[in-house]
């Protein structure tokens, strides 16, 4: 009896069949009644027979549908006594026998995929640098190859990544990740600083963006220690004052902002401790007499305001931490008249009893100008 040895007879495939030269009672298998069976995936159902080439069969050799996945692949290396379940077939030829295997693959169900972020978030369950998905797949003919897509941009809440695998039967599947944050840009932030007297009011904004803002921190240089950084702020606000400062000495203040994602937005902003004359502004122009005021110093029972334009004239000594100038006045046996040009003016603490003359140190000067 002729049959085919264990290793290469088996593994043989249709093609290497059906090239052959076939001797008489050969038998060749056909595939839904084509002469050409494939050596690869059947993605439909396939019904496999035999052509005897004239010979009579002696075992197998019946017509066997297949419509279920199926791979005999693996039964290549099997006992060759142990015949089914391939599909096989006998025939009888002149001087014996003849055996021939045919080992069909069928995929008739489809590949499955899933696909997420290949890492977790940077910071707080947000993204902020790409990221690529990662793909898992299985299918019953095995998987050939996978790509993935990499998010990186624009900032939004529900960003997604995908994945497309290919399976050894050449179908594809394609799957997207669930929604995920991402955010790679700095918050838009402006700020700002307003002196005081011996104080500074630092106020900040942030933009508009995906990620809200998570903290804000405020360092400040400046002082007698120029070099000397200090964290003055931190929180979630959106300012604060800053008070026991020098009056007339340059600070200089940092505002870093941190959204959820990680990304930080820096602004700097110079500022000096405004003199305590509170006003009218430095060199305002004016069409009117000003009210003049600053500070009020604790200690203070009165206070000496004078007025100079050229040489002084104005000396009073008012009560309260301000003075409505006039339109006319008298001083030291003269009548003023409040004429266009620009005026400097000083005011002085009064300590105790105006009688003793006792001063403080000046709280500050101002000027301005009228212009009619």
Same mark, same amino acid.
Request: charged fraction near 10%; hydrophobic fraction near 35%.
């Given at each position: 009896m002729k049959r085919l040895a264990l290793a290469v007879a088996l593994v043989a495939v249709a093609v290497s069949l059906m090239s052959a030269s076939v001797a008489w009672g050969d038998p060749s298998p056909l595939c839904n009644g084509q002469a050409n069976c494939s050596t690869?995936? @059947? *993605? =439909?159902p396939v019904t496999v027979s035999w052509n005897l080439d004239g010979g009579t069969n002696a075992g197998g050799c019946a017509t066997q549908a297949y419509t279920q996945d199926t791979n005999q692949t693996a039964l290549q290396n099997e006992p060759v006594a142990d015949l089914p379940p391939w599909t096989y077939c006998i025939t009888n030829v002149t001087g014996g026998s003849d055996t021939r295997f045919y080992f069909v693959q069928v995929e008739l169900s489809s590949p499955t995929a899933t696909v997420g972020p290949n890492r977790g978030p940077d910071s707080n369950g947000w993204y902020n640098h790409p990221v690529a998905g990662a793909v898992s797949a299985s299918s019953f003919s095995g998987i050939a190859s996978c790509t993935s897509t990499t998010y990186a941009g624009p900032a939004t809440a529900s960003?997604?990544?995908?994945?497309?695998?290919?399976?050894?039967?050449?179908?594809s599947v394609t799957a997207s990740s669930a929604p995920f944050a991402y955010d790679a840009t700095p918050p +838009?932030?402006?700020a700002t600083a307003n002196p005081g007297d011996q104080s500074v009011a630092v106020s900040w904004q942030a933009g508009a963006d995906?990620?809200?803002i998570a903290s804000v921190q405020v360092t400040r240089s400046g002082g007698t220690k120029a070099a000397d950084v200090q964290t003055v702020y931190s929180g979630n606000g959106t300012g604060f004052s800053d008070r026991h400062l020098r009056n007339g000495v340059r600070y200089t203040y940092t505002v870093a902002a941190?959204?959820?994602a990680g990304n930080v937005a820096i602004q700097t902003v110079n500022v000096t401790p405004n003199a305590r004359v509170l006003s009218p502004a430095a060199n305002a122009r004016l069409t009117a007499p000003p009210m003049l005021s600053w500070t009020a110093a604790p200690s203070a *029972? @009165?206070?000496?305001?004078?007025?100079?334009? +050229?040489g002084k004239v104005l000396s009073v000594w008012p009560t309260h931490a =301000?003075?409505?100038?006039n339109r006319t006045w008298r001083f030291q046996g003269r009548r003023y008249r409040l004429k266009p040009g620009k005026y400097k003016w000083y005011v002085w603490p009064g300590l105790g009893r105006r009688k003793a003359g006792r001063y403080g140190d000046m709280i500050g000067s101002g000027t301005f100008v009228i212009v009619r």
């Open positions: 690869g995936w @059947y *993605t =439909s960003a997604t990544v995908a994945g497309t695998c290919v399976d050894n039967a050449g179908k +838009g932030l402006t995906v990620a809200p941190r959204d959820q *029972t @009165y206070y000496n305001v004078q007025l100079f334009r +050229g =301000s003075l409505q100038l």
